[in-house]
T-cell receptor
Framework: QKEVEQNSGPLSVPEGAIASLNCTYS??????FFWYRQYSGKSPELIMS????GDKEDGRFTAQLNKASQYVSLLIRDSQPSDSATYLC??????????FGAGTTVTVRA | DAGITQSPRYKITETGRQVTLMCHQT?????MFWYRQDLGHGLRLIYY???????DKGEVPDGYVVSRSKTENFPLTLESATRSQTSVYFC??????????????FGEGSRLTVL
């Protein structure tokens, strides 16, 4: 079992809608979680980090963490064509390595 | 500018050849990482380094060698390239020295094709 699993997608949403991305992790000891965005042919860039249970909002992005359910999600509100990318969920493991999910590709339809 | 520069950006080589991918950083990142990215697998950690002369294996280290004699350079060497090592390789760094926070800055990637 992979340490970090993401809903495989691809996900297609109309412009202005909410895109919802989900991620589960297997190691209960993981404490830090991250969402990276990767445009086609480009390198990943960090967009959100979350360390505590609950919601964390940054502009149109909201990350949600539920440690009891070992579940992390990312909501993109008012989706724009520029949000079309692959989103990578990552968890920091107890040995401090960062484990990534396979990614979910989001396409925002104009 | 994340301060991570990779070279070459594109490389084609043949099976059995030695290949070195270079990674240079200008932000005094303490931690540095090499990942490979393949369709369906996401990013997989090959090796990482906490500081000069300190390196450790990641998830998929077989067939790769790293060194870090200077803080700013972290080259990745494929000693005898195989077709399964065809991939996009990313070098990443983490600013600061306060431990591995997981907040990484990535280089632009090196696309390697092994024929």
């Amino acid at each position: 079992q992979k340490e970090v699993e993401q809903n495989s997608g691809p996900l297609s949403v109309p412009e202005g809608a909410i895109a919802s991305l989900n991620c589960t992790y297997s190691d209960r000891v993981s404490q830090s979680f991250f969402w990276y965005r990767q445009y086609s042919g480009k390198s990943p860039e960090l967009i959100m980090s979350i360390y505590s249970n609950g919601d964390k909002e940054d502009g149109r992005f909201t990350a949600q963490l539920n440690k009891a359910s070992q579940y992390v999600s990312l909501l993109i509100r008012d989706s724009q064509p520029s949000d079309s990318a692959t989103y990578l969920c990552a968890a920091r493991l107890p040995d401090y390595k960062l484990s990534f999910g396979a990614g979910t590709t989001v396409t925002v339809r104009a | 500018d994340a301060g991570i520069t990779q070279s070459p950006r594109y490389k084609i080589t043949e099976t059995g050849r030695q290949v070195t991918l270079m990674c240079h950083q200008t932000w005094s990142h303490s931690y540095m990482f090499w990942y490979r990215q393949d369709l369906g697998h996401g990013l997989r950690l090959i090796y990482y380094s906490a500081a000069a002369d300190i390196t450790d294996k990641g998830e998929v280290p077989d067939g790769y060698v790293v060194s870090r004699s200077k803080t700013e350079n972290f080259p990745l060497t494929l000693e005898s390239a195989t077709r399964s090592q065809t991939s996009v390789y990313f070098c990443a760094g983490q600013p600061g020295t306060s431990g591995n926070t997981g907040e990484l800055f990535f280089g632009e990637g090196s696309r390697l094709t092994v024929l």
